[in-house]
């Protein structure tokens, strides 16, 4: 409470009544950096050029005219303080803990792991992940281009595993931890991928995969969620629209700028622009170009602690994030955040996506697929049991979702909090 009102203070010290005019300018100037990127993403030629330009030079414009008046530090102290009681605010609605860890009794007698030797461009050899693995004492096998992932999956559990590993991305890490999950054994995520998301969340520390394995020996279980989108399974999320659309391209592989700038214009402007509707638990949204559903939602850009990260797996909810920006009046509005419905967020149990087309391109954790339309996306709580290791260095602290400054106020005068419905 004390930094938001320092946030307050610091500007009106500096320049009195007119600080709401510098504010006036900077809000100015980031609708204006909205127009460029939105020009750049949605146009081609003279104007994507002019729209690249603009995105930069208009808050280096606002910067240049605060410092010549003095009010460069005074702004970015305000807004440093504005971050510090956000965050804390969170921190402070943080409940207790936000997954459950249980200490493992008794190690796997007959581990198996999957490794992908071509993803993250040949990670898995680069840190001799099948050699550690054996000698670990997990029975490994190597996956060739066009194999059955799940199968192979099936098949280990067939001969006897009683847990199962993937070293390689994200993909491939939902296709076994579906097999894990049906035949309820524990699940160990070695990141050999390019992101790795699922393990960023799961506080595995993607620099060295090979700390994974401890999970072998000495580890926690937890409890996941997993996500579905119809009947294909996802670790983090499954995209439609705009991205799906672009990840269709063969390009996309070996030039993913290059050719997102290449078809974005037709994508958001053009008469291939997709618009979905979708329906989250009572929930509906129509006029959308992109739509993100989430296993588990993900955390928003300004939280400085985690930014675009889960802050738990184990809510049992889906996180849905809907674009719906078809032009430039709408880019600049942007800049007033969820008011603007340019970027709308919720959260729900089911989500419903359709279009005015038979099937639908989707993006699961970065997998392109087709499926029929509608797309019905669940979750299924707690399905998923994964063994990390007991000390790793990104372990998931607790986070509060935003912030509800009337009940930060009462904690910050001792009060406690009144029971719903009194």
């Known amino acids: 409470m004390l930094a938001l009102l320092g ?29 460029g990127v939105w020009w750049t993403l949605a146009h081609t030629g003279a104007l994507r050029a002019l729209g690249a330009a603009l995105s930069v030079t208009a808050p280096v414009a606002v910067l240049a005219l605060y410092a010549s008046f003095g009010m460069l530090g005074p702004a970015l102290l305000s807004l440093g303080l504005w971050l510090l009681a956000a965050t804390a605010a969170r921190t402070a609605l943080a409940p207790g803990h936000t997954t459950s860890e249980q200490a493992v009794v008794e190690p796997p007698h007959a581990p198996w792991v999957l490794v992908n030797p071509r993803s993250g461009g040949g990670k898995a ?22 194999q059955d992932v799940a199968g192979l999956a099936r098949q280990a559990v067939a001969e006897g595993a009683d847990l199962l590993a993937v070293a390689g991305g994200d993909g491939t890490q939902a296709l076994v931890a579906e097999v894990a999950s049906r035949h309820d054994l524990p699940f160990v995520v070695i990141p050999a991928g390019t992101r790795n998301h699922f393990a960023l969340d799961l506080g595995l520390d993607r620099d060295d995969p090979a700390a994974a394995l401890q999970a072998l020996s000495d580890s926690v279980e937890l409890r996941a969620d997993l996500g579905y989108a119809a009947d294909r399974v996802f670790v983090n999320n499954a995209s439609f629209g705009t991205y799906a659309s672009v990840v269709t391209d063969p390009a996309y592989r070996n030039a993913k700028a290059r050719t997102t700038l290449r078809t974005l214009p ?26 993100l559903v ?15 990260r889960r802050k738990r797996l184990d809510s049992g909810l889906l996180g849905v994030v809907c674009v719906r920006v078809g032009n430039t009046a709408q880019a600049a509005r942007m800049v007033r955040g969820p008011r603007s419905g340019g970027l709308i967020r919720l959260n729900a149990g089911v989500v419903v996506v359709e279009a005015d087309t038979d099937t639908l391109p989707v993006g699961i954790d970065g997998e392109h697929v087709v499926l029929p339309s509608p797309v019905v996306c669940r979750s299924a709580p707690g399905a998923l049991r994964i063994r990390v290791p007991r000390r790793r260095p ?11 400054w009337p009940r930060v106020a009462r904690l910050a005068l001792g009060r406690r909090n009144r029971p719903l419905g009194q």
Do not use: H, M
Not at 125 to 146: H, I, P, Q, S, Y
Not at 278 to 290: M, P
């Open 294 to 308: 989430s296993n588990n939602p993900y955390g928003r850009a300004v939280d400085a602690a985690r930014p675009g």
């Open 394 to 404: 990104g372990t998931p602290r607790a986070g509060g979702a935003a912030a509800d």
């Open 125 to 146: 050899g680069r840190f001799d992940l099948v050699e550690k693995a054996r000698a670990a004492g997990c029975r490994v096998a190597l996956l060739d281009a066009g």
């Open 266 to 291: 037709g994508l958001l402007t053009g008469e291939d622009a997709p618009r979905l509707r979708t329906r989250a638990d009572r929930t509906y949204v129509d006029g959308l170009q992109a739509l």
């Open 7 to 35: 946030s307050i203070l610091v500007p009106l010290l500096a320049a009195g009544l007119r600080s709401v005019l510098w504010a006036l300018a900077g809000i100015a100037g980031l609708a204006l950096a909205a127009v």
